[in-house]
């Protein structure tokens, strides 16, 4: 479904420490300690403060669920993880959101190896095939909850790694292993935000120009009451500030 956008231009090695265990009699899990969970978080949210700024976000990497096909908990994991020798792992996570009808919401895996399908509140939202490949989801208010959200990953291994290897080995080939390989994290968009930037740099004249677009994720609203602020900023200093509003730039 298409969405009316706007736009407007403008000028201008360290050793992880890893658990291992296992979950039936041949399966093995790999999962980040809670040592390296919360070395990954602070990662995870340093990345998230320097590129959005100025969203919400809730991160999905502790307490996991490993399941059995009848509900049982098998055990409880932090997320990236791996495993091997199992046909199908199930996982659950659930969490707590307060939901506002104006709010859009992404939820963003990173890497996922294997065949995996994705429930939210027992409706599935993604199923797909993945070979070390990201994954982002985009939610509306109506398909989260106003409580508690059990979000539940179910991973295979992908079919085509076994076709992609021959019957015959004369030496022994790596394992792949399939699993959620990198952070999950919900990120809480509000109604306006930037869905796309573009910038070009020019060097004439002895100086650096800078030229861009930003695109909106819908159409601003018909009052003027508004105005969007665009900055380039190094560590040191802003290099460039501009403020738009209606009376300064028609916005397209």
Known sequence: MGVARSGFTFFVGAMLWMQFFAVGAMAEIVSYSERETERVEQFQNQMLTEQIPHRRW???????????????????INIPCAFRDEPVILLEKSFPLQTHPDEVYFLHFGQINGAVTISLNDVVIYEGEHNYLPLTLALTP??????TNILRVELRPDARTSRSIPGFQPVNLPRVDSGLLQPVYLEICPAFFVEDIQLHFTDYDSLIHLEGQVTL??????????????????????IYREIFSPEKEPFR
């Open 142 to 147: 109506e398909q989260m909850s106003k409580g």
């Open 58 to 76: 809730l991160l999905l990497t502790r307490d996991w669920e490993i399941k059995s096909p009848d509900g049982a908990v098998l055990h409880r």
């Open 217 to 238: 994720n819908r159409m601003l609203p018909p009052t003027r009451d508004y105005r969007v602020i665009i900055s380039v900023q190094s560590p040191e200093q802003t």
